[in-house]
């Protein structure tokens, strides 16, 4: 069995001083340490969620910002394209009544200008016809007369030809 002597016993009462010193000086703060530590680092873990939900929240702003921003840039887009079509629109119909109305001016030039042509040769077409005829006869005729005889068988010529039957 064993023996309890005195040495023994001194031991024991030096180890339990021992265990006794060291929980008071060592083992509380020891403890103390640990829970300070297990304190600040579920600290951190905390802020560390709360920094991570603001994160999350600040992109999804920022992606919500970035979505706002494709959609004016596409509104404004379409606004413009719109706005680029009226005025095309507008440049046409513009350019095709000019076009419209220099045509007509210059049909109604083409045809004054035809007119007095025509006005021009049958003024001419008297004078020689009444020369000739002068001539022709030998003498001379009157040249009101000549020129209404002249006159009056060119107008039945133009409406012959436009009836479609010969003046004579």
């Given amino acids: 069995m064993v023996d309890l002597n005195a040495t023994m016993l001194a031991m024991m009462i030096n180890f339990a001083i021992v265990l006794l010193l060291l929980t008071k000086f060592a083992w509380n703060p020891l403890l103390k340490i640990l829970a300070e530590r297990q304190a600040r680092i579920a600290g951190q873990i905390e802020a560390a969620d709360q920094e991570r939900l603001a994160a999350e929240k600040l992109r999804a702003e920022y992606q919500q910002q970035m979505q706002n921003a494709k959609s004016d840039a596409q509104s404004m887009m379409d606004k413009a394209l719109k706005q680029a079509d009226n005025t095309k629109d507008e440049i046409i ?3 095709r009544e000019e076009h419209a109305r220099l045509l007509e001016t210059a049909q109604g030039e083409i045809a004054r200008e035809r007119q007095q042509a025509l006005e021009d040769i049958r003024s001419e077409v008297v004078t020689i016809s009444v020369a000739a005829a002068a001539k022709i006869i030998g003498q001379s005729v009157d040249e009101k007369i000549n020129a209404k005889l002249v006159d009056d068988f060119i ?8 009836s479609g039957t010969p003046p004579c």
């Fill in 93 to 95: 119909a513009s350019a």
């Fill in 155 to 162: 107008t039945r010529m133009d409406a012959g030809k436009q």
